[in-house]
Antibody
Framework: QLQLQESGPGLVKPSETLSLTCTVSAGSISSSNYYWGWIRQPPGKGLEWIGSIYYSGSTYYNASLKSRVTISVDTSKNQFSLKLSSVTAADTAVYYC???????????WGQGTLVTVSS | EIVMTQSPATLSVSPGERATLSCRASQSVSSNLAWYQQKPGQAPRLLIYGASTRATGIPARFSGSGSGTEFTLTISSLQSEDFAVYYCQQYDNWPPLTFGGGTKVEIK
């Protein structure tokens, strides 16, 4: 069964860069029918799509975050990563990585990791 | 951007009763709509894709219907484990992928 696991610091200072990695196991990130994405959820609020990447490196970002977001993929490590720059308290959220299957939706999710932005 | 609107925000239902959740898209998304269930402290779980197809392992009491701009998730007989927050998501026209604001199904 495919598994996704987020990793990275749980606390980031304001104005710094949030960096997270998602490790995919029991399956290859280099498959043609899938996109690999990041979704976040502020405490007590709904889900917000941040962006997605194809194994070839093509990226798709939420326009509201585009100027601050970079998503990259490392197929040799079966990982993809998120960088969000110039963070503020509004970026405090649980960050999920997920696999998006074409015509199906986000069928596999990581457990999520809480990132708090605070000095 | 396609805006997804869910109603009601909260639904109070007794165990064994039927629950009907609605999701509306600001423009047609064809049948490219998914429903997710999220329990406290857990990641969302895919329930329905293609507006009406149950994902692997999802019980038959969950059903989805609709196309275009109006969609419904029905839980035919609520079990204790079904009390959760439910989100719809369109994947017809992206980026961005967009979610509804969620419907919380609580015990009446």
């Amino acid at each position: 069964q495919l598994q996704l696991q987020e990793s990275g610091p749980g606390l980031v200072k304001p104005s710094e860069t949030l960096s997270l990695t998602c490790t995919v196991s029991a399956g290859s990130i280099s498959s043609s029918n899938y996109y690999w994405g990041w979704i976040r959820q502020p405490p007590g609020k709904g889900l917000e799509w941040i962006g997605s990447i194809y194994y070839s490196g093509s990226t798709y970002y939420n326009a509201s975050l585009k100027s601050r977001v970079t998503i990259s993929v490392d197929t040799s490590k079966n990982q993809f990563s998120l960088k969000l720059s110039s963070v503020t308290a509004a970026d405090t959220a649980v960050y999920y990585c997920a696999r998006h299957t074409i015509r199906l939706g986000d069928d596999y999710w990581g457990q999520g990791t809480l990132v708090t932005v605070s000095s | 951007e396609i805006v997804m609107t869910q109603s009601p925000a909260t639904l109070s239902v007794s165990p064994g009763e039927r629950a009907t959740l609605s999701c509306r898209a600001s423009q047609s998304v064809s049948s490219n709509l998914a429903w997710y269930q999220q329990k406290p402290g857990q990641a969302p779980r895919l329930l329905i894709y293609g507006a009406s197809t149950r994902a692997t392992g999802i019980p038959a009491r969950f059903s989805g219907s609709g196309s275009g701009t109006e969609f419904t998730l029905t839980i035919s007989s609520l079990q204790s484990e079904d009390f959760a927050v439910y989100y719809c998501q369109q994947y017809d026209n992206w980026p961005p992928l967009t979610f509804g604001g969620g419907t919380k199904v609580e015990i009446k």
